[in-house]
């Protein structure tokens, strides 16, 4: 179709105009080819003849319908005023800041904080395709993590727009996205350390300008690092073009950077006080812009926040102050005053305040810097001049120090913040954020604009070349014929820059010039360029400027300042003092050449091909031009490396009002951002693009019938479209998608609306006729109703006269008497035939009944009899199940008696025992001591005799000395005056040692007199003691003679009972386990007596050695050599040798010590023996007590048993009979009888056989159990007297003893044997006997059902060892699967074994075991949620466990709270000994712990799904036409969902609610589930919903309220109304009833308010405003609307959030619900592989 056929009335157009840039017009004529006017009606009703060109009409409008699109390349018109016109209506009227441009993403800067960037709405953006939401900057951030993860390849997101559009604020979102999206693992916190770089880099460089408060006054390119698993290790960070000037100057308005006046508004902190600043007001360089405060900007906060950035990217307090002491510097080196002395000189106090701070805190030479601020060096060939400068040049000298100090402190703060960011390792992949300022044109437009809009060349350039890479690749794609299309290059712009001899390098030429002016390079280029270039053009009224034509528009630039700025120098002499501070920060800026410390490189260092001489005052610097240049093209090249993102910030008004839209501003933007660009490029192409089912879905309504039928969608598309458009250039059908050219959509878009507007006009005929002939039926039925009573009352007032009405009442009367007739006779009739049918049906029912009576008769004596009957045998049966239990009951209370008779047994044998031991030990310390008494006495003697011997000898030898004394006696005389003096010594000496051996002498003889005598009186003692054991061994003897005496008579006595005590012969056994013992006392003994004997022989042999060393020690020889002859004489007066007892005096000490305490030992012991030998008569006389009672409970036991038996066999009789009478015919009774009568005989005769054969065996078992006790009383009484006679009789008495217990122990022994094998025989026969019962018995037994045995009794516990532990955990816990246990099984078996397992170490009372078993058990659930921890079904497999666990842990855990609903048989389960409830405080957190799990994995399993289902999907089929929205999905984005639906949906539910039913969950828990997910389901829902503007219509509000039904359909099918899950849905409910509901009057929004109470108001607005009309029909909602609804709403106190937080877990409770299951009747399965657990 020809574009001019568009032009018809009725059909919009846009007008040029000079204030809103475009104007909308509707064309009231149509215009006809060849019209120089076309004639139109603007929207204020003004008429207007516009004058148009034939070859180039006025853009069209686009349809209604079309207005608002999330991607502007969707529109049918693609041109201007068609996107700035969707932009308005988006940014002002649905507040939607954030529109598609093709691969461009349009922010416009709204100036109001909105709630679209918190955490809830980067999840919801987290993993989702581009076009699937709304846009956002969001969008942008996860398509490029999403490339650069799905293809391993680097992405960037160019981020650009002018001063005060957003730029570093949508840069700062996209940061913030990857550093949530991509949490590390690690603990370095490496994303905040990236997000903290972003304040400490806009306080150093950004600043307040005109246009913005936070204007970034430079260039950045921060590349983000990620791993191989794409998480943050790292940034890098490069920084362009840093505007330095700002430093030293700014205009009107403006401010410096933020961080001077942050560190002025601290000054006067303490830690400040020495860079001695004060308020920003005091600094020229502060002040200059006349506006030191940003209004709602608190400095001093931000400095806070400065510092703790600094901190927290490892930046401390002393490089922070460097920092700080280096800003202050710049300051005071501003307030410096330059005084001018002359025209051509100037000078600086050396006093000056500022100049001397600044000195202070650099630490330079003040003198040398007041004087070289002033003055300059010129070097020449030759000689050094130094010149003096004016005012203007110090001034400027001075301002170029601050620039070069600044500019130099912010390289290395960015330097420092790079080597915090740096990390260990390969990177893998990065994502670069292009933060960089957009096309810039002033009034003036100096050095720094010229390099903004150089950069901004070669990025449009860039952009050009991937728009067009990316519409080739889509066209290849879809196997579209690719044609090339003509778009704007914008390379010779870029030659005329940076060619050869281009405006760089003729600039920088002219600044290696030493006399280089402005002027001069100006000049220049008009010389080159001027009609030589078409994009270089001079100003006509100027020439000091030139005008470049870029791809945005004409720029006019001042070459004023051009030179200076490239060149950016400092004199050399203030660099050398510079350097030669010793503030190190300050003195390494100036090095020449510093070594970076950073990783990472900013700048390209280029060599030349030879080396390059440096002139001697280094001038031959590279320019700042060159430096751009060069960093441009590096970046270039990172940017065509990677995948770029495009992010075009534009400013919607100078006057930064929120949500105001400026169309002048906004059109001059995007034409400057390559906006229009992308759409003039897609517009020469096939702009719009459609999916086939799309297409089908929408224009379905064009189609005929004939076309439906074909089932090929893809087909029926191609038919309808070559049937409605012939120009086939106007489309082309590509593999998934349909491509149309400009206008084609807009004109499918009016045949669709002209078909349904006919139809409208179709159906509102038929309605309107319908509806009219109704009424005419109508009004028609109510004029023949009044013709009709009209009529009728005519007919009455002509007909009445007095004959009519006297003939009318004569036939009234005889109709009487007729009709009274007639009645009376049919009644009759009726009458007679009633009574009749009444007879005979009386007559029925009372025989009938009769029937029934006699029937019921009959059956009450049968009733009767058979209740007897079955009374008689249901009495049976419960007396012989209790007669079982009390049998079993009594078996048990023997059996414990035995037991405990048994333990007193072993306990009066262990007395016994340490009774014999103790009197042996008694009896040997005797022995010792007799034996140490002879010993005594026998070395006495030998004393006497040596004595004796030794005095005969001591007499010769005294004559034999008196012969030589008598010799000596002459030499005595000689050497008498000599040894006079030794004599007299000598004798005093002897005097002392005769003295001291004749009181030693003494004392040891009254020590020996005393022992003597104690010795003496001892052995009387002991005397006494032996005659009184010898009479106790005799008393012994006589009770031992009355016990045999009262053991024959229990012997005759036994011998006349004959009782039947089978059971008890189990005690035989013992007998040999008795043996054994004795034997074992008896080797004791033996032991005993070895040990004693061996003690013996080691104190005789130690008291040996001792009396050995004691008489070696002394040296008899050297004594008596020692002594004179007096003193031998004097000793021998005595006739005793005394000192031959000296080596006794030990001895005799310990001799005597000894004697003593084990005098006191034997005689405690001794008192202690005859206090047990009282004692055990008595434990003896009451055991034979309790063996009395023991027979007469046995005999009752064997009587029960006969009893029982004897009516057991009874039981088959009386089941034969009932059996044959219920089975068998009338005419087989007698046979019956006959048989029943035989098989009577048979048992009774067999009867009487087994009870002969059970009287024999009984008498047989009576006299063995006899002589088994008489030999176990013979026994004991042996052991007895045994035990106290084996330290005091004579071997003679014990040999006779064990002579005769050996004989009649060996006699019994014979008896015994002799018995069993009687015994065996009996047992036989019985069973042969009672086999033939059974196979008798088998034949009537047939229709009967078996007697059920009586079952073993169970105690609800689970016997186990401790090494069976990690068995039971293994088999139990790790191994086991769900599917295999919940099948007809009680739920929660596995919890209920293991607390049958603790219940058997709480009944052993073992508290190690107990723990253990529960520690166990804990870490084994741990360790199998753990890893399961994805598995639905075995977590909740293990929470049901767990909960069941806990809930017995309660149940039974013995608290009254618990125990309500117990069971007494429950109560008697309760644990006995230990309180759990530590453990179950520690079961309860893990339950908490997995059911949050097991919550987070089902969110995960149907989280996907509700999107899809809930949202996107068409419950009601047809009901929504899919709007002509055409999402560009870029052909990077891969749509890889799946198609979920509502039934996908509600099918996850049921698998989950039937899994958690199958194991058993709790009610209540399986409710709290329910209620999370259909939170989870209603926030996503809802939470998608505030993010997807198409989606807000009201056809969508219907089907989502139809899916709420199905789920609470799904609610009420599974019985979980009370589960509250309901109500969490009921904010989506609301927001899908307002998107129903109609939104127009004043009454409308007060309904709105007054209903939609779950909706916040920010909720509600968003709704409204993102409300998006499918049909022309409908309306939007006006902003108008919106406003009295907020107003409505501002007294609503709710939190502003627009996003609901799917991360909400509501709370948990896990209620106490007993368990109905008996402890006692729980088997375990086969399955679980427990067989070593033994029930109890």
Not at 56 to 69: H, M, T
Not at 537 to 556: G, L, Y
């Amino acid at each position: 179709m020809a574009l001019a056929e568009l032009y018809t009335q009725y059909n919009r157009v846009w007008i040029p105009d000079n204030e809103e840039v475009w104007q909308s017009a509707e064309i009231t004529k149509n215009y006809k080819a060849g019209d120089s006017f076309l004639h139109v009606q603007l929207e204020d009703g003004t008429e207007l003849s516009y004058p148009v060109d034939p070859a180039a009409l006025p853009p069209l409008r686009n349809p209604d319908i079309l207005v608002g699109e999330n991607d502007l390349t969707a529109l049918s018109y693609l041109h201007e005023p068609a996107v700035l016109h969707n932009l308005k209506i988006r940014f002002v009227e649905s507040k939607l800041i954030y529109t598609y441009s093709g691969i461009i993403l349009v922010a416009i800067n709204p100036y109001k904080q909105l709630p679209i960037y918190g955490d809830a709405i980067i999840h919801a953006y987290s993993g989702q395709n581009m076009g699937d939401m709304d846009p956002h900057i969001f969008a942008v951030a996860e398509e490029a993590y999403k490339q650069m993860a799905r293809n391993n390849k680097n992405q960037s997101i160019i981020v650009s727009g002018e001063s005060g559009a957003g730029k570093t604020v949508s840069a700062r979102y996209t940061m913030r996205y990857f550093a949530t999206v991509s949490k590390s693992s690690s603990n370095a916190h490496v994303e905040d350390k990236v997000l903290a770089s972003n304040p400490i880099t806009e306080a150093v460089g950004n600043a307040k300008t005109t246009r913005n408060d936070n204007s970034s006054r430079f260039g950045k390119y921060t590349e983000i690092s990620f791993d191989r698993s794409y998480q943050i290790i790292g940034a890098n960070m490069r920084t362009y073009l840093l505007e330095k000037s700002r430093v030293v100057f700014q205009s009107e308005n403006e401010r410096n950077y933020h961080i001077f006046y942050q560190l002025c508004a601290s000054a006067m902190q303490p830690e400040y006080e020495h860079l001695k600043l004060g308020s920003a007001e005091e600094f020229n360089y502060t002040r200059m812009g006349g506006s030191t405060v940003i209004e709602g900007v608190d400095d001093r906060a931000n400095m806070l926040e400065t510092q703790k950035t600094f901190a927290l990217l490892g930046l401390k307090g002393d490089f922070q102050m460097d920092v700080f002491k280096m800003l202050a510097a710049i300051l005071h080196l501003g307030n410096v005053e330059v005084a001018a002395v002359g025209d051509e000189r100037s000078s600086i106090s050396v006093e000056d305040k500022h100049l001397r701070i600044f000195c202070e805190l650099l630490d330079l030479n003040c003198d040398k810097m007041a004087r070289w601020l002033c003055h300059r060096k010129i070097v020449t060939t030759s000689e050094t001049v130094v010149k003096p400068m004016t005012r203007a040049q110090a001034v400027n000298a001075r301002d170029a120090l601050a620039k070069k100090i600044y500019s130099h402190l912010f390289d290395f703060i960015v330097e420092r913040i790079n080597q915090a960011l740096q990390f260990s390792g390969k990177q893998h992949t990065f994502i670069g954020v292009l933060d960089i300022y957009g096309f810039e044109t002033f009034d003036v437009n100096s050095f720094e604009q010229f390099c903004i809009n150089y950069a901004n060349e070669k990025l449009q350039q860039q952009f050009n070349l991937h728009v067009f890479k990316l519409e080739q690749e889509e066209y290849m794609k879809e196997d579209i014929p690719w044609t090339l299309i003509d778009f704007y290059d914008n390379q010779p712009v870029i030659d005329l820059i940076e060619a050869k001899m281009g405006i760089l390098e003729l600039l920088d030429e002219e600044c290696l010039l030493p006399h280089g002016k402005d002027e001069n390079w100006l000049q220049k280029l008009y010389n080159n360029f001027v009609n030589k270039n078409t994009l270089f053009e001079k100003p006509r009224m100027s020439n000091t400027s030139f005008i470049i034509q870029h791809f945005a528009d004409k720029v006019e630039y001042k070459c004023e300042g051009f030179l200076e700025k490239n060149r950016d120098t400092v004199h050399e002499v203030l660099i050398e003092i510079l350097k030669e501070s010793k503030f190190h920060l300050c003195a390494n800026f100036f090095q020449d050449s510093p070594v970076s410390i950073s990783p990472f490189s900013s700048t390209i260092n280029i060599k030349s091909a030879r080396p390059v001489l440096k002139s001697p005052n280094k001038q031959l610097r590279t320019t700042v031009g060159s430096k751009f240049r060069n960093s441009l093209s590096l970046l270039m090249v990172t940017l065509n490396a990677t995948t770029p993102h495009y992010v075009r910030c534009i400013k919607p008004n100078d006057e930064k009002l929120p949500f105001e839209f400026d169309s002048k501003r906004v059109a001059q933007q995007l034409r400057a951002c390559g906006v229009l660009e992308t759409i003039r490029i897609s517009a020469q192409s096939y702009p719009s693009r459609w999916t086939y089912i799309e297409f089908f879905s929408r224009y379905s309504i064009l189609m005929t019938q004939q076309e439906l039928s074909i089932n090929d969608k893809k087909q029926i598309c191609k038919i309808v479209l070559q049937r409605l458009i012939q120009d086939h250039n106007q489309y082309q059908f590509g593999r998934t998608k349909i491509f149309f050219r400009a206008g084609q959509v807009a004109y499918l878009e009016k045949l669709r609306s002209d078909k349904l507007r006919h139809a409208c006009i179709l159906i509102q005929t038929r309605v309107r006729g319908w509806l009219q002939r109704r009424r005419f039926l109508a009004v028609r039925r109510a004029a023949l109703t009044v013709q009709q009573y009209f009529r009728g009352q005519r007919t009455v007032r002509q007909a009445v006269t007095a004959r009519n009405l006297k003939e009318t009442w004569a036939a009234i009367i005889i109709q009487k008497y007729c009709r009274g007739y007639l009645v009376r006779r049919l009644c009759q009739l009726i009458h007679v035939a009633t009574v009749t049918i009444q007879a005979y049906t009386r007559g029925f029912l009372a025989r009938k009944k009769y029937r029934k009576m006699r029937e019921e008769q009959k059956a009450v004596v049968l009733q009767k009899y058979a209740r007897a009957w079955l009374a008689r045998r249901r009495f049976q049966n419960i007396r012989r199940f209790v007669l079982n239990i009390q049998l079993s009951y009594r078996v048990q209370q023997l059996q414990k008696k035995i037991e405990e008779q048994s333990r007193e047994n072993h306990g009066l044998l262990e007395r016994l025992t340490n009774l014999a031991s103790a009197h042996m030990n008694d009896v040997d310390t005797i022995q010792k001591l007799e034996s140490e008494l002879e010993k005594l006495t026998a070395q006495k003697r030998t004393y006497e005799e040596k004595g004796k011997k030794y005095k005969e000898d001591s007499e010769q030898k005294i004559l034999k000395l008196e012969n030589q004394n008598k010799e000596l006696q002459e030499q005595k005389e000689t050497l008498e005056i000599k040894l006079q003096e030794k004599t007299e010594e000598m004798k005093e000496k002897m005097d002392n040692l005769t003295q001291q051996l004749f009181n030693d002498v003494q004392k040891e003889e009254n020590q020996r007199m005393i022992l003597e005598k104690n010795f003496q009186n001892q052995k009387q003692d002991y005397e006494k003691e032996i005659e009184l054991l010898k009479g106790e061994v005799k008393i012994l003897k006589e009770e031992k003679n009355q016990l045999q005496q009262q053991i024959q008579q229990e012997i005759i006595i036994q011998d006349g009972l004959k009782m039947e005590v089978g059971q008890l012969t189990k005690q035989t056994q013992k007998i040999p386990e008795l043996q054994k013992e004795i034997e074992l006392l008896q080797t004791q003994k033996l032991d005993v007596e070895k040990q004693a004997h061996s003690q013996k022989r080691e104190l005789r042999e130690k008291m040996s050695e001792v009396t050995k060393q004691l008489l070696e020690s002394y040296d008899f020889e050297d004594v008596r050599s020692r002594l004179s002859t007096e003193d031998l004489e004097h000793l021998n007066e005595d006739g005793e040798l005394w000192f031959a007892y000296e080596g006794l005096k030990k001895a005799t000490r310990v001799l005597e010590s000894h004697f003593q305490s084990q005098k006191e030992i034997y005689e405690k012991e001794i008192e202690g023996l005859n206090f047990k030998v009282e004692h055990l008569s008595q434990d003896i006389n009451h055991l034979q007590k309790l063996f009395r009672e023991e027979n007469d409970i046995n005999d009752g036991i064997r009587l029960e048993v006969s009893r029982l038996t004897s009516e057991n066999l009874v039981i088959p009789d009386l089941k034969q009979q009932v059996a044959e009478l219920e089975n068998q015919k009338s005419d087989l009774e007698n046979r019956l009888q006959e048989q029943t009568v035989k098989l009577k005989e048979m048992s009774n005769r067999l009867h009487y056989e087994l009870e002969r054969d059970r009287t024999q065996r009984r008498t047989t078992e009576s006299q063995n159990e006899v002589e088994r006790k008489e030999k176990e009383s013979l026994k004991d009484t042996i052991q007895g007297i045994e035990g106290l006679s084996n330290g005091l009789m004579q071997d003679e008495v014990q040999g006779e003893l064990q002579s005769k217990m050996k004989q009649v122990t060996t006699r019994l022994a014979v008896e015994n044997m002799d018995l069993e094998e009687k015994l065996d025989m009996k047992d036989r026969i019985i069973k042969k006997l009672e086999d033939q019962i059974k196979t008798l018995t088998k034949t009537i037994e047939k229709s009967e059902a078996h007697v059920p045995t009586v079952p073993k009794e169970y105690i609800g516990m689970m016997e186990y060892k401790k090494e069976d532990e990690e068995r039971i955990i293994q088999n139990l816990i790790l191994d086991l699967k769900p599917r295999g246990v919940v099948v007809n099984m009680i739920p929660g078996l596995p919890a209920h074994i293991l607390f049958m397992c603790v219940r058997y170490a709480d009944y052993l009372n073992d508290a190690d075991m107990l723990k253990s078993f529960m520690n166990v058990t804990i870490d084994g659930i741990k360790q199998v949620v753990k890893e399961h921890s994805e598995d639905f079904e075995m977590l909740s497999f293990w929470l049901s466990n767990t909960y069941y666990f806990l809930n017995c842990l309660k149940q039974y855990s013995g608290e009254e709270e618990f125990m309500k609903h117990n069971t007494p048989r429950q109560n008697k389960n309760c644990l006995k000994h230990f309180d759990l409830s530590e453990y179950r405080q520690i079961l309860s957190d893990l339950a908490i712990q997995i059911y949050h799990q097991f919550i987070i994995v089902m969110e995960n399993n149907i989280q996907h799904m509700i999107v899809p289902g809930m949202l996107e999907y068409e419950s009601l089929q047809g009901i929504s036409g899919l709007k002509p929205t055409g999402f560009r999905k870029r052909s990077s984005s891969i749509d890889d969902t799946d198609t979920y639906t509502m039934t996908s949906i509600l099918q996850q539910l049921s698998y989950f609610y039937s899994t958690m039913c199958q194991n058993g969950l709790d009610s209540e828990l399986l409710k709290q589930a329910v209620k999370q997910l259909f939170f989870l389901i209603g926030a996503v829902t809802l939470n998608s919903l505030f993010l997807r503007k198409d989606m807000c219509s009201c056809r969508k509000g219907m089907q989502i309220r139809c899916n709420i039904s199905y789920l609470e359909e799904w609610l009420k099918d599974k019985n979980l109304q009370s589960s509250n899950a309901k109500e969490t849905l009921e904010p989506l409910s609301q927001a899908a009833w307002l998107l129903q509901v109609k939104k127009i009057t004043d009454d409308d929004a007060k309904e709105i308010c007054e209903h939609c109470t779950s909706l916040s108001t920010v909720q509600i607005v968003k709704i409204l405003n993102s409300y998006t009309p499918i049909d022309d029909f409908e309306k939007r909602v006006t902003p108008s609307f919106v406003r009295k609804v907020q107003t409505l709403l501002n007294n609503r106190e709710d939190v502003p959030q627009l996003m609901l937080d799917t991360k909400h877990l509501f709370q948990v409770t896990f209620p106490f619900t007993p368990s109905p299951h008996a402890l006692e009747l729980i088997q375990v399965p086969s399955s679980f592989k427990l067989g070593f657990l033994t029930r109890v």
